[in-house]
């Protein structure tokens, strides 16, 4: 027998799952599973990333100095504050790395980002599950749950797979109330997707316990090409790049994502879009008798009545070739998590739908 093992706890860790993007025996599915653009990115993103083929001999920049600028031209941030990864789940790994081990413990809520969990025990850190309320982040429930061995506190703003969010102030409440030795992130995967939203960038600038981390997977359509960045106060940010591999991201993904942020008119197209079909798509499920709460992100959590109609439903909408995500290991068993996609697929999935509940019910 073997005496090579992994360290403990490794192998209690469930394998993270990406949404399905197949069906057995039917082609040209609609795959609404992982909440991608279903615009894809900009014309300038795509030349960018054509273009970049001819230096493919060539290492990457090691520093991102060119993508960190124009994050924080667009974003009015401090470019030597911010910290580049192989897409958002990249920071995610470092901020356990750096700030949970052996004894500490690491805060998500009920409904949070499977990475949280995973990154915290592939550290050998604990992870604290933390009731919402109703679906929401409970600002008073994270901070009963600290305890002096916290370090970490994850929320995702707005939250996957729920949609919902907490306000500026909730957040800054939040912040206040952490212990000392407690940094708080906030995952803003989905930032973009709500008009004005500063992702808790003037949080940051007020305090130094809140780091935040973004995606070009969303938004930008770029999540084939991995990339992520964070922001937050220097200490924290020069702690992380010390983890930070030296060419984490490819040349084609810093100059696929440098197009893609500054390209603000195709950005600002999908997310107009993406806010007049999520409204529609929420409004014709209800129609259905499918409620779901305001959702903030790009996509839609669906309730049924109970885990055997969600399920029953799933399979109903895989046999019309319509892809969604089971949500049951989020602890929604009775949801299906819909992306928006374009005006066709939205129109599908209602029909789909509505078919299913005409003979479920």
Not at 48 to 74: N, T, V
Not at 323 to 336: E, F, K, M, S, T
Request: glycine content about 8%; hydrophobic content about 45%.
């Amino acid at each position: 027998m073997t005496k090579i093992t992994p360290q403990p706890g490794i192998l209690d860790i469930a394998l993270y799952e990406g949404g399905a993007a197949h069906i057995e025996g039917i082609q040209n599915v609609v795959k609404l599973s992982s909440n991608e653009n279903p615009f894809g990115p900009s014309d300038a993103a795509k030349e960018a990333f054509r273009k970049s083929a001819y230096d493919l001999h060539r290492y990457p920049s090691s520093d991102h100095a060119a993508l960190r600028a124009a994050i924080g031209e667009i974003h009015g941030l401090d470019p030597a504050r911010i910290i580049c990864g192989a897409g958002s789940d990249e920071i995610i790994a470092f901020l356990c790395q750096a700030y949970a081990g052996p004894g500490d413990e690491v805060i998500h809520t009920e409904h949070g980002f499977a990475m949280y969990r995973i990154s915290t025990m592939a550290n050998g850190a604990t992870p604290v599950e933390v009731a919402e309320r109703e679906r929401v982040t409970d600002v008073d429930a994270i901070l009963a749950a600290c305890t002096e061995r916290t370090r970490l506190v994850f929320v995702a703003n707005p939250n996957n797979p729920t949609g919902t969010m907490v306000g500026a102030a909730e957040l800054a409440r939040l912040a206040a109330g952490l212990p000392e030795q407690v940094l708080l992130v906030i995952d803003g995967a989905y930032a973009e997707y709500v008009e004005g939203y500063d992702g808790g960038a003037a949080l940051i600038e007020a305090r130094e316990n809140v780091v935040m981390t973004r995606t070009f997977s969303k938004l930008y359509g770029l999540g084939g090409l991995r990339i992520g960045w964070g922001y937050g106060p220097s200490h924290v940010i020069d702690v992380l790049n010390r983890l930070r591999g030296p060419f984490n991201l490819s040349q084609a993904a810093l100059a696929a994502a440098e197009a893609a942020i500054r390209d603000t008119a195709w950005a600002e197209k999908c997310r107009a879009d993406n806010t007049k079909l999520r409204a529609w798509l929420a409004e014709a499920l209800a129609e259905h008798g499918v409620p779901s709460d305001t959702s903030t992100a790009n996509f839609i959590l669906a309730r049924f009545a109970n885990q055997a109609e969600a399920e029953a439903c799933d399979q109903h909408l895989k046999s019309e070739g319509l892809i969604v995500r089971r949500v049951a290991g989020y602890n929604l068993p009775n949801c299906l998590r819909i992306t928006v996609g374009d005006e066709a697929s939205c129109r599908r999935i209602a029909h789909a739908v509505g078919q299913f509940m005409k003979v479920a019910r």
